[in-house]
């Protein structure tokens, strides 16, 4: 493992740039402190065109020389979630958060490329978003498998990823040549209150198109859904790339810490 840079190193990078974000590009503070987790390039990831897109790629095929993946969760604000959760469409602001959490996104994962380099080592990210087979509907590097992988979080009913901080945030990830080991954050315990036995399901009712199942995500139907909230009055001058929902993530027993909440 590296000397110069560890995982406790990133965790404390990712927290300051999430922390000074806001006031350095004049947005509001949408996120609570951020999440990171590293893994080493083996095996497990082999799984991924399995468990997701039949053509996933491998770490090793954004990097050739890739020792470890690194995935990190930055949650919404409380405030941001809850007004989310009231309305037929998305909130505005859930919306501006969304491009802008895009933007922090990228600023992060250049920010850590630089890091990075300075110690010897190379890194490779792919965008956000912009991964994304609209024909398929599901991402060629998908951020929530390999937190899954990486032991960041677990899956939902709703096909979202259950973190420590709950489920309700975006998730980034990079690849990097630097040894930083096994860091996870989720143990055995399960998240979903519904696959440990409980009586749940607020996502599946939560959802205003049926799309979310117990059999899975009716990914053409939600599509739909968030194709149609852009037409919403309040919604309709915001970009086309703004395709986002996020109803089966707000004010749910699994949005926040599931532990506590």
């Known amino acids: 493992m590296s000397a110069d840079i560890t995982v406790l190193t990133l965790r404390n990078f990712i ?46 095929d954004l990097l050739d020389t890739a020792r470890s993946v690194v ?12 007004e989310n959760h009231r309305g037929k469409f998305p909130a505005r602001n859930w919306a501006l958060a969304y491009n802008e959490t895009n933007m922090l996104i990228g600023h992060i994962n250049r920010e850590f490329e630089t890091l990075i380099a300075r110690h010897g080592f190379r890194s490779a990210v792919t965008p956000p978003t912009a991964n994304f ?8 590097w998908s ?28 998730l980034g990830s990079l690849v990097t040549e630097t040894d930083l080991g096994d860091h996870p954050l989720m143990g055995n315990i399960e998240p979903c209150r519904y696959k440990r036995g409980e009586d749940c ?6 959802c205003p198109v049926n799309a979310v199942t117990l059999t899975g995500i009716d ?40 532990e506590t909440d």
């Open 15 to 60: 927290r300051r740039l999430t922390a000074e974000y806001p006031a350095a590009h004049g947005v509001a503070r949408w996120w609570r402190t951020p999440l990171l987790v590293t893994a080493v390039v083996d095996g497990r990831f082999d799984a991924l065109p399995g468990i997701a897109a039949r053509d996933h790629l491998l770490p090793t």
């Open 71 to 82: 995935v990190y969760f930055l949650p919404f604000s409380r405030e941001l979630v809850k």
């Open 133 to 140: 087979d609209r024909v398929s509907l599901m991402s060629r």
């Open 143 to 170: 951020h929530k498998h390999l937190g899954h992988l990486a032991g960041l979080g677990r899956f939902g009913i709703n096909a979202q990823l259950i973190t420590p901080e709950g489920c309700a945030g975006r």
């Open 201 to 206: 399901l607020q996502c599946v009712k939560a």
């Open 219 to 258: 990914r053409d139907r939600c599509y739909r859904r968030i194709k149609t909230a852009q037409k919403a009055a309040h919604l309709a001058d915001l970009p086309e790339y703004t395709e986002t929902c996020g109803k089966c993530q707000a004010l749910l027993p699994c949005s926040f810490s599931p």
